[in-house]
Nanobody, 123 residues
Framework: QLQLVESGGGWVQPGGSARLSCAAS????????IGWFRQAPGKEREGVSS????????KYADSVKGRFTISRDNAKNTVYLQMNSLKPEDTAMYYC????????????????WGQGTQVTVSS
């Protein structure tokens, strides 16, 4: 059974850091690009970052460039999102998603989704 399970969310103070993990199972992980998306209450889902199958190509939304870093460990079927210098506007539910072949930041391109992990940035 195909699964994507996010973890690592929680409450963080502004300026702090958090690392999200996305653990995959039930499909050929290294054949899929992985994306991170987020959705805040009352807002549309936003593409945050994505990484290619081998990890050589990464994409970031302008709002997180220079603060977030995506990486993957295909031996562990896991993708990470390191988030630094967090801001209150980063507060959202964060989802990871998988798609075959090329990486994008367009949520409609992705076939498989996790249940999400909440990140709250507040003092």
């Amino acid at each position: 059974q195909l699964q994507l399970v996010e973890s690592g969310g929680g409450w963080v103070q502004p300026g702090g850091s958090a690392r999200l993990s996305c653990a995959a199972s039930g499909f050929r992980f290294d054949d899929h690009a992985i994306g991170w998306f987020r959705q805040a209450p009352g807002k549309e889902r936003e593409g945050v970052s994505s990484i290619s199958r081998g990890g050589g190509i990464t994409k970031y939304a302008d709002s997180v460039k220079g603060r977030f870093t995506i990486s993957r460990d295909n031996a562990k079927n896991t993708v990470y999102l390191q988030m630094n210098s967090l801001k209150p506007e980063d507060t959202a539910m964060y989802y990871c998603a998988a798609k075959r072949f090329s990486t994008t930041l367009v949520s409609d391109d992705y076939d498989y989704w996790g249940q999400g992990t909440q990140v709250t940035v507040s003092s």
